[in-house]
């Protein structure tokens, strides 16, 4: 099922044009906006803001050290400060989602439509809760200390922040009590505003379960008996189990509503040829002669290899390294929050760590490898027949022949398949040390550990922003997230 943005053309029919109008809406104006606009907004703007690979609003491609930049490189050398890159994104996360997903709570919270039964109201609730705590999960992990329990009341003009590990404690309630009250026999949001499973509950429940289980392995170096404990509830309560079920919105052809990251690369629509694959992945790609290079990248001009540029070295260019892969130049090209590829390389952690999981640790990392294989083939309308197979056959690729430990192989392999969902592939970076980054072509710095704060917060939330940082031991891009414990793996 593929599950699409609802703006319709207004020749359709009547109700369509109030979708189109509702998703038109200026959420942050004072008139009274529906509920379903505010959801699909919100939904909306999470997918754009994760998924954007714009200099002045995500690093995130760079810091997990896919894609490195041409003419300015100040983002891939980790100088996130000129354009506020926090900034926007803290803004982004907090005006522009959890601002409109609380509206939209607070609306069906207190709705009295005798149409709407008890059970979808309940579950409208849940999907909301649900992608509040897939957006606070993102704040934590992208910064610490956030503002969490003060952050939308709005009395507060100088909202506290709140540990990471405290936030994660309360929002792996939340999912618990959102996961409780979902019924599967009932909908979610009518009129297509759940543009990500157009209503469908048991979707939800899938993907509650799928982003509670990598929560849990947040856990793991640090409290692995808690680790185990969640992560063991959610597997048994039931992850994803295809592709079908990935968090996944399918972008239209005009804008506004299309994916931004032909917006950004496109040069016959952006003007700018600002990105290349990096020496990063492209040489771990081509030394397991890995099969998805060819949807990952085109081959470089006036040659049939595969370059990558230099990491954050000036220098690189459209001419001379390989340029992102053709599906990427689609308007359609469908973003995800969490995939069902993503969820096999967490089960296959979960086994390798001795938790109770149905199947073994060589079959689920076999499966998320394949299941990345046959997603990307499938977008780029090539026949994946074998090629799977045959990728897992080399023995360098192998769970019981390639090399290192299930640590590195299975990050490796799982960093390899999350190639678009860059903020994971940083995470996977920093939770298991692989694989080895390079360090930054001109400022030589080792791979962030997080975003420092917003510019404008010692100003606007001084003390506040004083105890944070103190807590994590500065404000800088080398401090740790609660979860974060692993060493450097820097090639110099």
């Not at 954007?52 to 100040?74: H, I, K, L």
């Not at 709705?111 to 109201?121: I, V, Y």
């Not at 074998?386 to 640590?407: C, E, F, K, M, R």
């Amino acid at each position: 099922m593929k599950k699409y943005i609802y703006i319709l053309l207004s020749a359709v029919m009547a109700a369509s044009c109030s979708n189109l109008d509702g998703l038109n809406t200026d959420t942050k104006s004072p008139t009274d906006v529906p509920t379903g606009s505010l959801v699909a907004n919100a939904t909306k703007n999470l997918f754009d803001q994760m998924t954007t690979p714009n200099v002045n609003s995500n690093a995130f491609r760079f810091f997990a050290q896919y894609w490195t930049e041409t003419t300015y490189t100040d983002e891939a050398n980790y100088n996130i400060k000129n354009r506020d890159v926090p900034g926007n994104h803290w803004g982004s996360l907090y005006r522009d989602v959890l601002e409109d997903l609380d509206a939209a709570y607070k609306k069906v919270e207190s709705s009295t439509d005798a149409t709407l039964s008890d059970a979808q109201k309940n579950n409208q609730l849940a999907t909301l809760e649900i992608l509040k705590v897939y957006t606070y999960h993102i704040l934590v992990d992208t910064f610490g200390y956030i503002p969490y329990t003060e952050s939308l009341d709005f009395t507060q003009s100088s909202p506290a922040y709140d540990s990471g590990s405290d936030v994660y404690a309360d929002l792996i309630t939340r999912l618990d009590a959102a996961i409780s009250n979902i019924s599967v026999s009932a909908g979610t949001f009518n009129d297509g505003y759940d543009i990500i499973y157009n209503g469908d509950a048991s979707k939800w429940l899938k993907f509650a379960n799928s982003l509670k289980l990598r929560l849990a392995l947040r856990y793991a170096n640090t409290d692995g008996a808690k680790a185990k404990q969640i992560a063991e509830e959610a597997i048994n309560a039931g992850v994803f189990t295809s592709s079908e079920d990935n968090a996944q919105l399918v972008y239209l052809s005009s804008p506004p509503n299309t994916n931004p990251i032909w917006e950004n690369i496109d040069p016959t629509y952006s003007g700018r040829k600002d990105f290349v694959g990096t020496n990063t992945i492209i040489d771990i790609m081509n030394n397991l002669n890995d099969p998805r290079r060819q949807v990952y990248f085109r081959q470089n001009m006036g040659d049939d290899t595969y370059v990558g540029g230099p990491y954050a070295k000036n220098g690189n260019t459209w001419s001379n390294s390989s340029v992102i892969g053709d599906v990427f130049f689609e308007p359609t090209f469908p973003a995800n929050l969490l995939t069902y590829t993503e969820t096999e390389f967490n089960l296959a952690e979960a086994a390798a760590r001795g938790y109770n999981v149905s199947g073994s640790v060589a079959s689920h990392y076999n499966a998320g490898i394949t299941a990345s294989i046959n997603y990307w083939y499938n977008l780029a309308g090539m026949d994946a027949s074998g090629v799977a197979t045959a990728y897992l056959a080399n023995t360098d690729v192998a769970y019981a022949t390639a090399s290192g430990t299930w640590q590195e192989k299975i990050a490796t392999q799982k960093w390899l398949a999350l190639y678009d969902q860059a903020f994971e592939g940083w995470s996977t970076y920093r939770k298991f040390g692989f694989p080895a980054m390079h360090i930054s072509g001109e400022t030589e710095l080792p791979t962030p550990r997080r975003y420092t704060y917003p510019q404008e917060e010692p100003t606007l939330n001084g003390a506040n922003y004083e105890a944070a940082s103190s807590a994590l031991g500065g404000d800088e891009l080398s401090s740790r997230i609660f979860w974060d414990t692993t060493d450097e793996n820097i090639i110099k």
